[in-house]
């Protein structure tokens, strides 16, 4: 490790990907490469120890170059990416077979001496949603502090198995260190990376959430192209094409069930809200003429909800 000149570091947050069980389709290692490739950026930390990995599981890589073989070991980089008006630590690479405890206090070590003030842990999975339709995604916390200081971030309760950054997760929220997870949805019939809609898909959540705007550069483009691919390999076959098809209609009359429900949740806000202004005497909501007043129809598409 080099952590050296890290006080510089200009109101840094974290984003975190580990490749695995909860990362199908490297959608989080891989918008975590794209940050550190398109923006300038310096590797801070290589967390590479033999103890974390079971290299039969995850075998060393053997690489000729100009001056001869390399061996890539399997491993986790930290590095600080430096954007026009804030640094981001960005750690991505192979989740640890082993001894998750020890790794998780060597990231919470780095992670504090970073001082960063919010870590975004990146994960993906695999459901029954079409690749034509925008993905789902979530932003979740296990900080009830967390959750209620951003409206876009959701309490998760969940229990069962875990990954080795949700171990990191709960040691962040020991530490008081905010920590949230950006978690995308992808077709479980293509789970080969590259996803560059995945990727798209975890960014916009991340400006969305928390107010960082990113230069997107061509994911855009590379999404549409991703996504006019997989079309034409689904058309090709008509088992395929036909459960895509299922898989568009069930996602679009949720959509309408989900829209329909808002709207009539809107028209019962809107009528309690009216009630609680109390009643009105004919002089309040009409003129002298009968009309009604501007008054009574003052912001009649305010959707703002009350408390």
């Known amino acids: 490790m080099h952590l050296e000149n890290l006080n510089s570091l200009r109101n840094p947050i974290a ?12 959608a989080g290692c891989d918008l975590a490469e794209y940050l550190t490739d398109h923006y300038p950026s310096e590797e801070i930390a290589r967390i590479d120890d033999e103890r974390f990995y079971n290299f039969q599981e995850n075998r060393p890589i053997q690489r000729l170059r100009a001056d001869g073989v390399t ?7 930290v590095s600080v990416v430096h954007m026009e ?15 998750w405890r020890t790794f998780t206090e060597q990231m919470v070590d780095i992670l504090t001496r970073c001082k960063v003030t919010t870590a975004i842990i990146l994960g993906a999975q695999l459901v029954d949603t079409p690749h034509t339709r925008d993905f789902p995604c979530g932003v979740y916390s ?24 949700g171990v990191l997760s709960q040691r962040l929220d020991e530490e008081k260190i905010p920590a949230a997870q950006v978690w995308v ?4 019939y293509v789970v080969d990376p590259p996803n560059p809609k995945a990727q798209l898909t975890l960014l916009e959540a991340i400006e969305e959430v928390f107010g960082i705007a990113f230069d997107k550069s061509d994911l855009p483009a590379r999404t549409a192209e991703w996504e006019e691919g997989i079309s034409r390999l689904t058309s090709q076959t008509a088992d395929i094409s036909t459960y895509v098809a299922e898989l568009e209609s069930t996602y679009d009359q949720e959509i309408a069930e989900e829209s329909s429900g808002q709207q009539v949740m809107q028209e019962i806000e809107d009528f309690l809200r009216g009630l609680s202004d109390g009643p009105e005497s004919d002089d309040d909501n009409h003129g002298s003429d009968g009309e009604s007043s501007p008054h009574a129809k003052e912001n009649p598409g305010d959707n703002t909800p009350t408390a």
């Open 15 to 26: 984003i975190l990907a580990l490749t695995g069980w909860a990362d199908a389709g490297n």
């Open 71 to 77: 061996i890539d070991w399997p491993h986790v980089s």
């Open 85 to 99: 008006d804030r640094d981001v630590v960005v750690a991505h690479g192979i989740e640890p077979n082993l001894m």
């Open 142 to 165: 296990t900080s009830p502090d967390v959750a209620a200081s951003h409206p876009g971030i959701d309490l998760t309760e969940y229990i069962g198995p875990t990954s080795a950054l």
């Open 185 to 188: 949805s992808i077709p479980h």
